[in-house]
T-cell receptor, first 114, second 109 residues
Framework: KAGVTQTPRYLIKTRGQQVTLSCSPI?????VSWYQQTPGQGLQFLFE???????NKGNFPGRFSGRQFSNSRSEMNVSTLELGDSALYLC?????????????FGPGTRLTVL | GQQVMQIPQYQHVQEGEDFTTYCNSS?????IQWYKQRPGGHPVFLIQ?????EVKKQKRLTFQFGEAKKNSSLHITATQTTDVGTYFC?????????FGSGTKLNVKP
């Protein structure tokens, strides 16, 4: 099976702009989670989607939003970018069985805000 | 609020030495997972522990889940340069998933 894919891999934006990142989970996985990783803050949970519904949300401002489509692909959007939004954004998908929380991570999108 | 702390933050060892990282949660976890992230890479799942007091081994790696399901440890015996990376614990408390701050391991040949 193909792994989790994320596009684009690298992105450079300026303050005030908005950005949309895309994540395609492993085939058959219906749960997708998003994380922000920075050197100082580690892995911070953004949100989790399951069957097109947001199931959980982390403590991020409303500028961060996401959605999931019927094919389980997910997008996250950050509006009015700030310098502090520069980070590696990771997407992870989880198998459909309830016995495991194993998260399979994509390679990430490295966002730089200038 | 919920916190998952890991210590140490950094560890430098000589190849062949042992290494241990500890994970502590402020609340009981339903499970604990461990991930490894190589430099420039993404987190990769290593193992999941579910039962109180559970111990699992993967070759030179030993994972433990505490009796109270609030702490866990990862021990590597006789480290190798291929063990370099950041090790994260992660656990679920009800609906939310929390990652520890990670322990960055450097192994000197």
């Amino acid at each position: 099976k193909a792994g989790v894919t994320q596009t684009p891999r690298y992105l450079i934006k300026t303050r005030g702009q908005q950005v949309t990142l895309s994540c395609s989970p492993i085939s058959g996985h219906r749960s997708v989670s998003w994380y922000q990783q920075t050197p100082g803050q580690g892995l911070q949970f953004l949100f989790e989607y399951f069957s097109e519904t947001q199931r959980n949300k982390g403590n991020f401002p409303g500028r961060f939003s996401g959605r999931q489509f019927s094919n389980s692909r997910s997008e996250m959007n950050v509006s009015t970018l700030e310098l502090g939004d520069s980070a590696l954004y990771l997407c992870a998908s989880t198998p459909p069985t309830g016995a495991t929380d194993t998260q399979y991570f994509g390679p990430g999108t490295r966002l730089t805000v200038l | 609020g919920q916190q998952v702390m890991q210590i140490p933050q950094y560890q430098h060892v000589q190849e062949g030495e042992d290494f241990t990282t500890y994970c502590n949660s402020s609340t009981t976890l339903s499970n604990i997972q461990w991930y490894k992230q190589r430099p420039g890479g993404h987190p990769v799942f290593l193992i999941q522990l579910v039962k109180s007091g559970e111990v699992k081994k993967q070759k030179r790696l030993t994972f433990q889940f505490g009796e109270a399901k609030k702490n866990s440890s990862l021990h590597i015996t006789a480290t190798q340069t291929t063990d370099v990376g950041t090790y994260f614990c992660a656990g679920r408390n009800f609906n939310k998933f929390y990652f520890g701050s990670g322990t960055k391991l450097n192994v000197k040949p």
